[in-house]
């Protein structure tokens, strides 16, 4: 091939380019304008949001736990991640509301239904502020939040009664934990009142009712539009004098269709019915967003109006999976109901999440297998 020949071949090649090049350009135009379009209108709604003082609470089905992502002004926060399984599903949740980093993360309390998700979050997520309680624990599943913890070289903050946050114009502070609660994980779950000018949503975790008295007796102002109903709807929580406190005119129950536990329980409906509150829950109505202007709050869903409660086992039907069986904060056994190695942390979970943490069966109290 001598050099001319090699320079036609090279004005070819580079004619053959240039055509495809104009030709692909062409396709792509309209799909370009299109995308510009489109991301100007972004860009407009997100600066809508910016300096709207709108507040949005979504409170994620999660099926049995919680998750609630709190958005305002451009601004994030995470309150629990659900179960383990329940992880990814939080994650592409909160990508889909174009969330890119929390500004805070809490995780209410160590049990697997509300901080099982929180490692996927922590790590897909650059988190500002994550608060934790100050209690331990020593699950496969709270290990795990603590690996993502340091992993991503985040610092624990404490929660501390009485102090507040900004969440763009809105903000938030802690009524819970009042105190040291042992082994009671429930009670020492991270409680917080968001403010959004006159709109007022309490969120008290799993909490039960001795950290119920404690938040009455802190002094601190717990009245609120929206109340998310403790643990589930069980009877644990959300007793008349508290419920009378807070004098929701709304209220969301966080639980799983057909759970083991019996939640929502029959008593706490009854307490709810008769106070006028309207009920709204994520295993009828799914994932349910409550908007706040700061005087008004609308919802994406009419109340329920079915006022079922939970049954305990559950209506579905029991495969082995779903056998309950019993666990203690540090036992590496599970156990039958009643077996004499359950001491005062005694816990039900699915004999399917025991073998997820790895525990093995006792061999006192011959649980399910
Ligand atoms: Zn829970
Ligand atoms: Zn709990």
Known sequence: MNGNNRQKRYIAWAALALLLCLSAGCKQAPGEALGTAE???EVRSAEKKQDSSDLEVHFIDVGQGDATLILCGGHAMLIDAGDNDKGTLVQSYLRSQAVE??????GTHPDADHIGGLDVVLYKFDCETVILPDIDSDTKTYEDVLAAMSEKDYAVTRPVVGQTYALGD?????VAPNRDYGNDKNDWSVGVLVQNGENRFLFTGDAGEDAEKDMLANGIDLSADVYKVAHHGSDTGTSEAFLE????DWAVISVGEDNSYGHPDAQVLNELRSAGVSVFRTDEQGTIVAVSDG???TWSCSPSDSWKAGE????APQSAAEDVVHITDSGSKYHAAGCRYLGQSDREVTLA??????????GACHPPQ
């Open 39 to 41: 991301k100007a209108q």
């Open 101 to 106: 980093n929390l500004d805070y993360v809490i």
């Open 170 to 174: 809105a903000e938030f502070t802690i």
């Open 245 to 248: 406190a807070v004098a929701p």
């Open 295 to 297: 005087i008004e709050i």
């Open 312 to 315: 305990r086992g559950g209506a």
């Open 353 to 362: 999440e025991a073998k997820e943490r790895g525990l093995e069966p006792c």
